[in-house]
């Protein structure tokens, strides 16, 4: 089945876009610059404006391009199965600030749209793990009690959920958290941005920043102007400043969703649901939640690193699995969309928010939200505007964005960078003796191939034009892996993604473009 690849979330915003031009030439001098118009980036400004700072706002693309718009929706402090882990891997004052910055953070979305009137079809809801294997439900009655212990107000049940049959009769047991919420995050961006014009926010969209001067006042550097800015908040989903080292303590991980329409509305639920990894197939774990006042179905999940699609090799067979778990399940009328994003996590499994690096209390990022960014990411502007205003933050020293904890992320660090190794050698050697011929691609179709004695990334359009461009990824040069679903080249080390049609960078930390081949050349 064809479907039309685009965000539910930008394709219904009823909001009027505003645009904003391109920073060219000197720019202002300001108090901070964040560079990214995220959730991190967006709230972090906001929270900053309100108090007085002089700030301006540097995207790369349009706003809320990224990540913002290719989300689930969900705004919730409780992530999966995450707090009896944590609790046994830390400890309970870990733990507890782990809930309550999240707490904060969906608190702080609730209290954004209301003072400023946003618009973004916001409803409470409570949030559920569930499970359908008797296995698992122990597991499920510990998370339960360790989020509890954290602050939640979760509980264990085996009745209290309100999906719909056949897919009720399988459930064995679930946590179900309330005072959670869902809504459209795009939309809630484009109010975030439209708040920050009237607290006279420098907006620049469509100015890559390319480097950031390591002292205050630091030069934000894009390619065709500049800003002072006594504070810099790299808000890049991963920093494009590689001086920071997490590229090497974090991973991608992408996820898929798809939007349906009902038959039979009456099968719509009120909650927010994620399964456990393994209790439809092996594709992943599922999340569903309703949207467009209870109209519209949402379902996604289907995780794996990037550029390492499993259990199939086809990006592709991940929508198509959504589907065929829709169509089991539910009476659908008509798959409206479907769109992808990815996620970064950590080496400890807990978010890096605060300064940069060692040796500089000026420069600040938030990274590593595992798919769970919109409320860590209101609690990551909590923690960085306290920073910066000088305020005392208790979470801040947990979350630090330098710590490295040897005695709790040691295996992590080590799982992470064998990723890399492998990816980085095994890549080139799996590329030498098995790349694709390039006359062998089709039209839609592309890979890493061999064009004479050359190794290229190569793309044939819908028109049969081929495209070729250079194997390796521009930041630190892995190989990359074609991306059949969204037809794109993935760095399979640290995520950063090119568009197969002009080698154009569709997301970091890469800030150059592919380089073109032409055929003359090779």
Known sequence: MKLLRESFWKKSCKAKIPNYPRLVGKGPSVDVCVVGSGMTGLQSALKLAEAGKKVALVEADGICQGVTCHTTGKVSSFHHYCYANMESKFNKTITKHYAEMNEAGVNLVRDFIKRYNIECDWQDRPNYTFTTSEDEVEMLKNEAEAAIRAGLQAKFTTTDTDLPYPLRGTVKGAVKVENQGQFNAYSYGIGLVKALEKQGVHIYENSRVVDVGYTAPHTVQTEEGNIEAENVIVATHLPILDRSMHFGVTTPKRSYC???????????????????????????????????????????????????????????????????????????KDIICSWSSHDYYTADNLPYIGYLHHGTSTLFTATGFKKWGLSTSAGSAIIISDLILGKDNEWAKTFDARRWDLTKSTLGMVQFNLHVTKNFIGDRIKDAVAAEDIENLTNGKGGICKYGLETVAAYKDDNGTLRIFSPTCTHLGCRLAFNEAEKSFDCTCHGSRFSAMDGAVLHGPAIKDLPIIERSKL
């Open 258 to 332: 798809i939007a349906v329409t009902l038959k039979d509305e009456s099968k719509m639920f009120k909650g927010m649901y994620i399964s456990m990894e393994k209790d439809f197939d092996d594709f992943g774990s599922k999340s569903l939640r309703s949207a467009d006042n209870d109209r519209v179905l949402i379902i996604a999940g289907n995780g794996h690193p990037v550029g390492e699609s499993k259990p199939t090799k086809s990006e592709e067979d991940h929508y198509q699995n959504l589907v065929q778990f829709a169509m089991d399940n539910f009476p659908v």
